[in-house]
């Protein structure tokens, strides 16, 4: 189920980021994997290996863009290490009365080209809240990247795939049929997540 590069899995369980076992989710479903994305900002050496690797990635399949572009909070310093990586500007969105929005100051990127970088894709539901406010500022969506692609490639942006250094389809179980449940594996309840999605 796990399709990826062995340096990549491996760089995910060195810092504990990923996470085998029998998780609930916000969604109140049961998976087997859960993804702790704050270890990586826990461990900058970790996450500075990571980003090596997503931005080799960038310069390869996207030649021309701008920025970086990141949605606030838990991206912000994955995407800064990307654009510092491939020596492009970086700007973050952040909620302002539940709306994506550019903060002001990052008055550069009206008409510009951008790459989004996120750290875990799971609906989509977020990084198209960045298109949308991207599109507002007549940006152009170069590329959008994850670390992690929880739909396993299933959910294209804006009629794209979307690049990821793990791509995992994850399946997510009702409480009543969960196959864990049913073997008494004990449940755990991950720290809960601050993202509104
Ligand atoms: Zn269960």
Redesign the pocket.
């Known amino acids: 189920m796990v399709q990826s590069d062995n340096t990549v899995l491996s760089l995910f369980r060195d810092s504990d980021a990923l996470l085998q076992g029998?998780f609930k989710l916000t969604s109140g479903k049961?998976s087997e994997w859960y993804f702790e994305k704050i270890r990586l900002i826990e461990k900058p050496a970790v996450m500075d290996r990571i980003i090596d690797l997503l931005a080799a990635k960038i310069r390869r399949e996207v030649p021309d863009f701008d920025y970086v572009v990141s949605p606030a909070y838990g991206a912000i310093a994955l995407g800064f290490l990307a654009a510092l990586k491939l020596g492009r500007k970086f700007a973050f969105t952040q909620r302002v009365e539940e709306k994506m929005a550019f903060r002001s100051g990052f008055s550069g990127i009206d008409g510009s080209r951008a790459v989004i970088v996120e750290d875990i894709l799971t609906t989509g539901g977020s990084i198209n809240e960045v298109v949308a406010c991207l599109k507002e500022r007549g940006v152009t969506v170069a590329g959008v990247y994850v670390l992690v692609d929880r739909s396993g490639g299933g959910i294209p942006i804006e009629g794209r795939p979307v690049g990821s250094l793990l791509s995992l389809k994850v399946e997510a179980?009702e409480?009543a049929v969960?196959p864990?449940?049913a073997k008494g594996?004990p449940?755990t309840k991950p720290s809960a997540s601050d993202k509104k999605v």
């Open positions: 029998h049961h179980f409480p969960c864990f449940c594996v449940l």
